[in-house]
C-alpha cells in the first residue's frame, strides 16, 4: 500500500504519517534579531494550484485507503443465513 500511495506522489505517505500538509509563506511583518525568516501558514485563498494539490493530499490518500479497505472487508464478508422465524422457511 504505501508503495501504491507513493507512486501516486512523492508527498502522499508523508501526509499519511505526519498529517495534512501546511502550506507555509514568509511572515514579511515580522523580523527576527538574527536574520532568519520567519514562516506563517498561509491562507485558503492565497494559495496556488500546485499548493492546493499538495493541500488536499490528505483527501486523495483517504480516498484510496477507504476504497481499497471497502474491496478488502467485502471480499472476505460473506452473507448471514437468516433464522428460519424471519423469513427463510
Same mark, same amino acid.
Given at each position: 500500500?504505501? +508503495? ?6 512523492? #508527498?502522499m505517505?508523508? @501526509?499519511? !504519517? ?13 523580523? !527576527? +534579531? ?5 514562516? @506563517?501558514?498561509? =491562507?485558503?485563498?492565497?494559495? !496556488? ?5 499538495k493541500?488536499?493530499?490528505?483527501? @486523495?490518500a ?5 476504497? !481499497?479497505? #471497502?474491496?478488502i ?6 452473507? @448471514?443465513?437468516?433464522? =428460519? =422465524?424471519?423469513? =427463510?422457511?
Amino acid at each position: 500500500m504505501q +508503495t501504491h500511495l507513493a507512486a501516486q506522489d512523492d #508527498d502522499m505517505w508523508s @501526509v499519511i !504519517t505526519d498529517g495534512p500538509m501546511k502550506i507555509m509563506k514568509i511572515n514579511i511583518e515580522f523580523a !527576527t +534579531t538574527d536574520g532568519a525568516p520567519e514562516y @506563517v501558514e498561509k =491562507r485558503r485563498h492565497e494559495y !496556488t494550484n500546485e499548493e492546493k494539490n499538495k493541500a488536499n493530499l490528505d483527501n @486523495v490518500a483517504r480516498d484510496i485507503l477507504h476504497k !481499497t479497505l #471497502d474491496k478488502i472487508c467485502s471480499a472476505k464478508s460473506k452473507p @448471514v443465513p437468516l433464522p =428460519r =422465524r424471519f423469513g =427463510r422457511g
